[in-house]
């Protein structure tokens, strides 16, 4: 079947122009200017693909052989232990705010259900995949693209008078500084560091419904009183905006990804953010998750940390060494523009719909 001919329902991660959605199946839909819209329960479709936001305790009883079901599971919920807090009243919590219309307790299961009912699942990472194949053997690793967001790339990476880090990502992942706030205060007590923050400088704490959070309190609470040093302050919080996105990032210096790999949703995370930053020319250095590992193995960098001591290191290193912050930038920008293109991307997502059809 000629994939325009195709009458495709999706379901949504909240309105259609959410990132998600643009980094995701809409950027996909729309260069291939296939036909579909939101999905209504009283029409028939070919397809239906279904965000992380779907209702599985709806869609994993879809009848078979009605329509085709895409299904995405970008984190990493199958590998946190049964015994998880969090785990163990997500269900509850995912009922109680509609997210999900029928009660299921146990919220590992139910996806599991989804997996298994799914015709292919869409994941970001090998050892999702590893996963996921045991309750659906169509399973595909694809990345979000970023090719609209990035607008500007680093050219220039001299350092003027203070040494400019940035980090961006959505407001819970902040909690990543924790593990290296140490690092930061004492470096900063032997160089002029500044920390910009580029997040959604409000958010509800929980399932994104409850509990209005102020992201420079948050970040404030990390610091404490280290958050100011002779009366400057540590940190600078942006709002995201695609607009100035990519402006703030590539006038910084440095670019740093920290993440508590003791945490199994966190240590789970794909290399999305890090090819974000290479796309930019950005000297990045990580925390040693497996995916940023890959990744910088591929291209023959070395920039991830497994401690306080290698963070300390490796980030005084790029401070001071300006062919070195050239070198880290320019080499993962070439990785992620050759071994992260759009024809690549596009690739991918066709033999998606190709293995369901």
């Known amino acids: 079947m000629n994939l325009s001919e195709l009458k495709i329902g999706f379901v949504p991660y909240g309105d259609l122009e959410h990132p998600w959605n643009l980094r995701n199946f809409v950027f996909y839909a729309r260069k291939r200017k296939l036909q579909f819209e939101i999905e209504q329960a009283d029409k028939d479709y070919d397809i239906i693909v279904l965000s992380p936001l779907a209702d599985t305790s709806v869609w994993a009883k879809y009848p078979r052989g009605k329509a085709k079901i895409i299904f995405f599971l970008v984190d990493s919920y199958l590998s946190i232990p049964q015994g998880n807090f969090k785990g163990i009243f997500r269900g509850l919590a995912k009922f109680m705010v509609r997210e999900q219309k029928y009660l299921r307790f146990n919220y590992l299961e139910s996806l599991q259900a989804m997996c298994a009912r799914a015709d292919a699942v869409v994941c970001t ?7 996921i194949s045991k309750y659906c053997d169509n399973t595909h690793v694809i990345l979000e ?58 958010h509800k704490k929980y399932l994104n419904r409850i509990g209005r959070i102020h992201m420079i309190d948050e970040v404030g609470k990390i610091f404490g009183d280290a958050s100011h040093l002779n009366n400057e302050s540590m940190f600078y919080m942006y709002q995201w905006n695609l607009d100035t996105f990519s402006h703030i990032v590539t006038a910084c210096d440095i670019a740093i990804i920290p993440i508590d790999t003791n945490k199994p949703l966190a240590r789970g995370k794909p290399e999305n953010k890090l090819l974000l930053f290479w796309r930019m020319g950005m000297p990045t250095l990580v ?71």
């Open 125 to 131: 990472t090998l050892e999702q995949k590893s996963e």
């Open 145 to 202: 693209c970023h090719f609209k967001a990035v607008r500007h790339s680093k050219s220039d990476y001299s350092i003027g008078s203070r040494i400019n880090l940035v980090w961006e990502g959505l407001p819970a992942n902040v909690e990543g500084f924790s593990q290296i706030k140490d690092v930061l205060i004492d470096l900063r007590k032997k160089y002029p560091i500044s920390l910009h923050i580029i997040t959604d400088l409000v």
């Open 287 to 357: 925390s040693s998750t497996p995916a940023y590992t890959r990744a910088m193995d591929a291209c023959g960098l070395d920039s991830y940390c497994k401690n306080n001591g290698e963070w300390a290191a490796k980030l005084e290193n790029l401070i001071v060494d300006v062919e070195a912050r050239k070198k880290v930038g320019l080499t993962g920008k070439q990785h992620a523009d050759s071994c992260y293109s759009e024809n690549i991307y596009m690739e991918q997502w066709d033999r998606l719909f190709e293995s369901v059809l």
